[in-house]
């Protein structure tokens, strides 16, 4: 299992989405590292599909697929919420449901 | 560099969504007046909003108003075109007004670093406070609601008790 945490750092919400990251997983005994990418630019977005920060897949998949889409962009993603609230970190639960 | 504490409110004549030009001076007889940045892209902004009307609704008829004003790079960021700003003002039932400053000039002037990041003034148009809505973007999770308080305290005639928080939120996007 391959599990990718791409931010950019000018967004607040990446050191809450990776700690919500790390917990899951410590929660479901998954002991794989965590690979960390920073994107810097626009440029890095387009080349990574970086749909905004932060963004998480695991074996290539993103926790969010409705939001993967999105225009590449060095801005802060936004993540729906079951009760139709948005957040700018995703769910525990599309993040465990990712690691099915 | 933001406006620093006691501050007078700088000038600014903006564009609403409602299609009216707003200026400072149209707010003079307004006794507390929160000028909050804003954008439509960011989620802590759309998390805040409902937070903002709620504001509005509660203090709008004792004497205070809220006017967001969006300041961000359209190009860079199109979601927060004039005319995506007046779609989402209108799908959200905005009750408060929502300016575009195209060209920074204003957000130059008061120095916002964030979206949401209010600047509240008082009848004289000082700055009495300067940071967050409230401390958690999480509606169900707020501890202290500091514009509420600050607004509170002025109506009463007192100091805000909480004059500055850090704001948190999408940085301002700025033309290249």
């Given at each position: 299992m391959t599990v990718d945490f791409l931010y950019w750092a000018g967004c607040p919400s990446h050191p809450e989405a990776r700690e919500l990251l790390e917990e899951?997983?410590?929660?479901?005994?998954?002991?794989?590292?965590?690979?960390?990418?920073?994107?810097?630019?626009?440029e890095e977005a387009q080349e990574l599909g970086f749909p905004g920060s932060p963004t998480i897949r695991v074996d290539g998949r993103d926790v969010d697929p409705a939001g993967e889409n999105e225009p590449p962009s060095l801005s802060c993603r936004i993540y729906?919420?079951?009760?139709?609230?948005?957040?700018?970190?995703?769910?525990?639960?599309?993040?465990?449901?990712?690691?099915? | 560099m933001s406006l620093t504490m006691a501050t007078e409110a700088p000038h600014f004549e903006l564009p609403g969504v409602d299609?009216?030009?707003?200026?400072?001076?149209?707010?003079?007889?307004?006794?507390?007046?929160?000028?909050?940045?804003?954008?439509?892209?960011?989620?802590?902004?759309?998390?805040?909003?409902?937070?903002?009307?709620?504001?509005?609704?509660?203090?709008?008829?004792?004497?205070?108003?809220?006017?967001?004003?969006?300041?961000?790079?359209?190009?860079?960021?199109?979601?927060?075109?004039?005319?995506?700003m007046k779609a989402r003002a209108e799908a959200q039932g905005f009750n408060f007004d929502y300016l575009y400053d195209e060209d920074q000039s204003v957000a130059r002037r008061y120095g916002p670093e964030r979206t949401p990041e209010v600047f509240l003034f008082d009848a004289d148009r000082r700055l009495v406070y300067h940071g967050a809505i409230d401390d958690n973007r999480d509606e169900d999770a707020v501890g202290q609601h500091y514009l509420r308080d600050a607004i509170e305290a002025l109506l009463e005639a007192r100091e805000p008790p909480v004059r500055e928080t850090p704001p948190v939120g999408c940085t301002v996007k700025w033309k290249q």
């Open positions: 899951v997983l410590r929660g479901r005994g998954v002991d794989v590292p965590i690979h960390v990418r920073e994107v810097r630019t626009q729906n919420l079951p009760n139709g609230r948005v957040s700018p970190v995703p769910t525990r639960e599309q993040i465990e449901e990712a690691l099915r | 299609g009216r030009d707003h200026s400072l001076d149209d707010y003079a007889d307004i006794p507390v007046l929160a000028i909050v940045w804003s954008c439509n892209h960011c989620p802590y902004v759309q998390g805040w909003e409902g937070r903002m009307k709620a504001i509005q609704r509660d203090y709008g008829d004792r004497g205070f108003r809220l006017v967001a004003i969006s300041s961000n790079d359209a190009t860079s960021h199109p979601a927060d075109s004039f005319d995506e």
